[in-house]
């Protein structure tokens, strides 16, 4: 029996939408710790820019992320404030 290699990961453009959101959120590991929180956070914030779905404190509340050392509306509000810079 032999195990296939992992499938290839096209790496979006540095100037595209997606590269700068999941750019932004890895800004906040110290606040959130596992990297599958970051990510689920930035795949429904890119949503949020895409199509105007959720606020991102709807995002934050419901994406139900493991924070430290910060609270759920905090985060939320500085997320908010550097998502204007995209």
Avoid at 12 to 33: A, G, H, R
Avoid at 39 to 55: A, E, P, Q, V
Avoid at 58 to 78: C, D, Q, W
Wanted: net charge positive; aromatic share 6%; proline share 6%.
């Amino acid at each position: 029996m032999t195990t296939l290699p992992p499938p290839e990961v096209k790496k979006f453009s540095e100037n595209s939408d997606e590269s700068k959101v999941y750019s932004l959120i890895e800004t906040f590991k110290e606040y959130i710790p596992v990297q599958n929180d970051r990510y689920r956070l930035s795949f429904n914030l890119l949503r949020n820019l895409n199509n105007g779905g959720d606020t991102p404190l709807i995002i934050v509340k419901s994406s139900k992320l493991t924070l430290e050392r910060i609270g759920v509306v905090e985060l939320a509000k500085k997320i908010e404030d550097s998502l204007k810079n995209i």
